[in-house]
């Protein structure tokens, strides 16, 4: 395991004039929460996350050489146009980053990035943008350092992306990737996410995942400030030793297979997290009526038809619905006669667990 100290660069040996990388990173969808952190990115409790596939970001890093003149300096294009609203949370990263990658004031950076995912579709952006933007340079860091290897690499793309938004680190690998100490995990960290080191049952292979999109309106309360109001909550301490032994159950559901205690702890970590909503101070509902009628039908179905189909939330209003690659026929149907009704628009995404983030010839 790397500690934090590891992460502070060597001297370089290379030196590098100008050039370019691209990297798509995935979307991730929580099981077991993070919900509460302390300082520096450091979660409050253990979390384990389904890598996605289709929702991605790409984003292709241009650098060129400068003066080292004590400031940060870099274009910033989403979809090929100039956009000034995403500038503070890059200044903030390249802040944040820049102890660990001390060559980020040498050069001038055009950043340009987009999401495969309709924008303001209420599918957060931040942990595939992040991991996007950390996996490139962690390129450029390799081409500084060319005897890295592969494990560093990752380990340290992954804490960078940490320092950008939480839930990124998990989006740097797949298909399943655990975030946070616990006893279970020996290799696991605060620090960077890590691949679920257990061999993953045959149930879950290629696990489906439909986000129904239900609301795509802004959020009324970004992450950041949702995990501040868990500083004092009345139920804090119960809820992060909670998340510990939801991840030791959900261990064991996905190593052997167990699709009922999936199911449990998987829709009971969603309702926890909107309950420490509901009872924080100020105190917010992020559920709108149609996410409950899609949960009630969820459940219909299930008792109905014994397919172990089932749901998890993020912060916010919209649906994922996860199951079985065998079921999809069924719960396409499912979803395309009963639930579909219930999205803005009639939107859905179609999606499945993957592999983590890759680079661009
Ligand atoms: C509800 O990673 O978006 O999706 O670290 O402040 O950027 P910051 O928060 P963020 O929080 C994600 C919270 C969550 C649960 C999860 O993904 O584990």
């Given at each position: ?6 992460f ?17 990173a ?35 890093l ?6 080292n ?6 274009d ?41 995912f ?33 494990a ?38 605060n620090?960077?996410?890590v691949e ?13 995942d ?10 009324q ?11 004092g909550h ?42 420490m ?7 917010f ?25 089932c ?30 009704a ?15 983030a890759?680079?661009?010839?």
């Open positions: 395991m790397l500690s934090e100290k590891d502070i660069a060597v001297n370089y040996t290379s030196f590098v004039q100008n050039g370019s990388f691209e990297w798509s995935p979307s991730n969808i929580a099981l077991v929460k993070y919900w509460g952190k302390k300082e520096n990115q450091i979660p409050a409790n253990p979390s384990v996350s389904f890598t996605l596939n289709n929702c991605k970001t790409i984003t292709k241009k650098f060129e050489k400068k003066e003149n004590g400031a940060f300096s870099f910033l294009l989403f979809e090929g146009q100039p956009k000034p609203d995403f500038r503070p949370k890059i200044e903030k990263f390249l802040q944040r980053t820049e102890q660990y990658l001390p060559f980020l004031k040498e050069y001038h950076f055009v950043i340009d990035t987009q999401n495969t309709p924008h303001s579709s209420g599918i957060a952006s931040s942990a595939s943008g992040m991991a996007a933007l950390a996996m490139n340079f962690m390129s450029l860091e390799k081409q500084l350092n060319p005897q890295m290897d592969d560093y690499f990752y380990a340290k793309a992954s804490f960078l992306a940490r320092l950008g938004s939480g839930s990124a680190c998990r989006s740097v690998k797949g298909n399943v990737v655990v975030w946070g100490e616990h006893r279970d995990f020996t290799e696991s960290t620090l960077y996410g679920f080191p257990y061999v993953l049952h045959n149930n879950f292979k290629n696990y489906q439909t986000i129904l999109l239900v609301d795509k309106g802004e959020k309360v970004s992450s950041t400030v949702g995990h501040e109001l868990m500083h009345p139920f804090a301490q119960q809820r992060f030793a909670q998340a510990h032994e939801n991840l030791s159950k959900l261990k064991d559901a996905l190593a052997s297979g167990d699709l009922d205690a999936f199911i449990k702890i998987t829709e009971s970590e969603a309702l926890t997290l909107h309950s909503m509901m009872t924080s101070m100020p105190y509902i992020l559920m709108k009526p149609n996410t409950l009628e899609i949960i009630n039908r969820i459940w219909k179905f299930r008792n109905e038809t014994n397919i172990p189909v749901f998890t939330l993020d912060a916010g209003a919209n649906v994922h619905v996860l199951y079985p690659e065998n079921d999809k026929v069924k719960v396409l149907e499912f979803i395309k006669n009963e639930l579909v219930y999205c803005q628009n009639s939107q859905y995404i179609c999606d499945e667990i993957g592999n983590g890759q680079q661009i010839a």
